[in-house]
T-cell receptor, first 112, second 115 residues
Framework: DGGITQSPKYLFRKEGQNVTLSCEQNLNHDAMYWYRQDPGQGLRLIYYSQIVNDFQKGDIAEGYSVSREKKESFPLTVTSAQKNPTAFYLC???????????FGPGTRLLVL | AQSVTQLDSQVPVFEEAPVELRCNYSSSVSVYLFWYVQYPNQGLQLLLKYLSGSTLVESINGFEAEFNKSQTSFHLRKPSVHISDTAEYFCALHAGGTSYGKLTFGQGTILTVHP
């Protein structure tokens, strides 16, 4: 089955620690996205990538980093510079930036 | 800049009653509009979308939405809801002509269907 997978489902971060969230898709989509979801605020775009080896900052990129070395993979690193990382993180992909986005199941990040 | 406003944060309704979830948007350019549904601790699932053509769009599970350009609205409706429709619903906008696929989301509406 084609789809988007995110791992882990739950992730715990200690103070000063960097953590990496995985996003993989086998849909052959060129574009991939990372969103952050907080209660009552909808989703906000962190980073996006239109093609391999290229990515751009979204609305709330501070404290986050990404890479896009393979078409199928778009990992997100939450760095120690992100002071309020507790949230639900959603990865999405689309055939191209103009097409419909499809979402993964999400990763919930909690701070210890 | 674009924005999406969902006018109700929570909508309680009894089973088999009709429901309307309201969505208004603001954009200076043409738009594509989407409704997504999210069940607890899950990702978003596309419910329906308006890209062009007929202003009334339907989903496979009985929801429909009408694009109203003059009122800048894209309200979601269902004539008879089921317990299984309980979820959070998000309206989203993609502004035409942008160089990347940024979606602007509303704050979400929690629909709770009571027996």
């Amino acid at each position: 089955d084609g789809g988007i997978t995110q791992s882990p489902k739950y992730l715990f971060r200690k103070e000063g620690q960097n953590v990496t969230l995985s996003c993989e898709q086998n849909l052959n989509h060129d574009a991939m996205y990372w969103y952050r979801q907080d209660p009552g605020q909808g989703l906000r775009l962190i980073y996006y990538s239109q093609i391999v080896n290229d990515f751009q900052k979204g609305d709330i990129a501070e404290g986050y980093s990404v890479s896009r070395e393979k078409k199928e993979s778009f990992p997100l690193t939450v760095t120690s510079a992100q002071k309020n990382p507790t949230a639900f993180y959603l990865c999405a992909s689309s055939i191209s930036p103009e097409e419909t986005q499809y979402f993964g199941p999400g990763t919930r990040l909690l701070v210890l | 800049a674009q924005s999406v406003t969902q006018l109700d944060s929570q909508v309680p309704v009894f089973e088999e009653a009709p429901v309307e979830l309201r969505c208004n948007y603001s954009s200076s350019v043409s738009v594509y509009l989407f409704w997504y549904v999210q069940y607890p601790n899950q990702g978003l699932q596309l419910l329906l979308k308006y890209l062009s053509g007929s202003t009334l769009v339907e989903s496979i599970n009985g929801f429909e939405a009408e694009f109203n350009k003059s009122q800048t609205s894209f309200h979601l409706r269902k004539p008879s809801v089921h317990i299984s429709d309980t979820a959070e619903y998000f309206c989203a906008l993609h502004a035409g002509g942008t160089s990347y696929g940024k979606l602007t989301f509303g704050q979400g509406t929690i629909l709770t269907v009571h027996p």
